[in-house]
């Protein structure tokens, strides 16, 4: 069985500064994929980032980066440069690899609050 | 190129009552995903359909829940008589074949049974 853990409810960062979200999984599965997710006030889900088990390099996506460190089953997300529009939850996701990543398990989801 | 869309938003209903909800996936996806988040709880897979098969409807929690996705369209989810605990958002993604691309979400349905 999957399973995600994210250990900060919230967290507060100041707006141009960088942040890091935390989570941890655990899968007996050798082949996976981790997400981010941000879900603004709003409702929607918005993919952010993705980062195969597999993969050499972390991920990146213009200023989001996933600080993927596979021995310690860690796949933090980092935020550089954040903005006000930032302020949202944000849910880390792990899929098995083999399956369609839309069946995905999700941590409890950090929500991060961006001060000007 | 129009996203994942839930109707309604929100629903409110009393309980012994019937609600059905539903997803238009994005146009092209095969892959149909429902999801529910309970009040502080994760977000929790209930069911999987490749165009109108049920491939995985491990997570879908009793018999009072029934997915349908006739014609591998648009999916609906029906709970019938619906009980206070099913209240959450109920959310619907879609992802295209070949497996391994991400899932697009919807906006998500609040349900609350009073």
């Known amino acids: 069985a999957q399973k995600i853990t994210q250990t900060q409810p919230g967290m507060f960062v100041q707006e141009k500064e960088a942040v890091t979200l935390d989570c941890t999984y655990d899968?007996?599965?050798?082949?996976?994929?981790l997400f981010w997710y941000k879900q603004p006030s709003s409702g929607e889900m918005i993919f952010l980032i993705y980062?195969?088990?597999?993969?050499?390099q972390n991920a990146t996506e213009g200023r989001y980066s996933l600080n993927f460190q596979k021995a310690r089953k860690s796949a933090n997300l980092v935020i550089s440069a954040s903005q006000l529009g930032d302020s949202a939850m944000y849910f880390c996701a792990m899929g098995e690899f083999g399956t369609s990543y839309g069946k995905l398990t999700f941590g409890q989801g950090t929500i991060l609050t961006v001060h000007p | 190129e129009a996203g994942v869309t839930q109707f309604p938003s929100h629903s409110v209903i009393e309980k012994g009552q019937t609600v059905t909800l539903r997803c238009d996936p994005i146009?092209?996806?095969?892959?149909l995903y429902w999801y529910r988040r309970v009040m502080g709880k994760e977000i929790k897979f209930l069911l999987h359909f490749v165009k109108e098969s049920k491939q995985d409807e491990s997570g879908m929690p009793n018999n009072r829940f029934l997915a349908e996705r006739t014609g591998g369209t648009y999916s609906t989810l029906k709970v019938q008589p619906a009980e206070l605990e099913d209240s959450g958002v109920y959310f619907c993604?879609?992802?295209?074949?070949?497996?391994?691309?991400?899932?697009?979400f919807g906006q998500g349905t609040r349900l609350t049974v009073v």
């Open positions: 980062q195969g088990s597999y993969d050499q």
């Open positions: 993604a879609s992802s295209q074949h070949p497996e391994n691309t991400e899932a697009f």
């Open positions: 899968t007996s599965d050798p082949s996976y994929g």
């Open positions: 146009s092209g996806h095969d892959n």
